[in-house]
């Protein structure tokens, strides 16, 4: 399932109308991180890319769908066959989409400020577009594809996450020597407590490699890209 649309480039909708197209536009939000500043952070939702640095960071967040229609594992535009709660973050799920999801956040930091001595926001536009060649900002979006195992994934959300033992009440070995509040403790599981789950250290994961389908430079670290990967 996909969330937000790659192919915008605006907002159209007025915000609360309720719409699942209003919500989508809305499940995408920016905030540019500014430091000092008496309100932490500037919010940019519904309006793009800034127009300024963003000292803390240009922050990006976009909320998934988290209904389905129970009948559909993918639609044409991957997107149908999901849909929003009514109030996008909670709420209920439309007739047409009456199974509920969990529901997933992704969120972004962009350390935008690394280049701050290479434009003036006085005089120049905001210079960083997305992969997809976009200077709006419009069209962050996110995919998810399930990758688990679908019995232990199961498990893992029916017996798992509970708050009655360590999967979702518990310090690990790990954090043992941290100093938690008991908000963070409460909210904080222990993955490998989950008997349906198997925890493997990152670098084994690290592994697990395919070969690329498309050979071209991706990373401008070491040199400046000529264009854009694809």
Known sequence: MIGGNPRARSKKYPAGEGSQAELRERAIEWACLRYPSSAGYNSNNGKGFPTTD???GLNSRIHMPACWDGKNLDSPDHFSHTAYLSGLDNGKCPSTHPVPLLKLFYEITWDVTQFASRWNPNTDKWPFVYATGD?????????????????????????CDNPKDQTGNGMSSTHSNLSLTLRELILLGVTEACRFLTVLQA???????????????????????AKLPG
């Not at 670098?203 to 890209?225: F, M, N, R, Y």
């Open 135 to 159: 200077p709006t900002g419009y069209s962050w979006h996110g995919d998810f594809q399930n990758g688990w195992d679908t019995n232990a994934l199961q498990n893992a959300i029916d017996n």
């Open 54 to 56: 963003c000292e803390g």
């Open 203 to 225: 670098s084994v994961g690290e592994k697990c490699k395919i070969t690329p389908a498309v050979v071209e430079p991706i990373d401008g670290l070491i040199q400046p890209l």
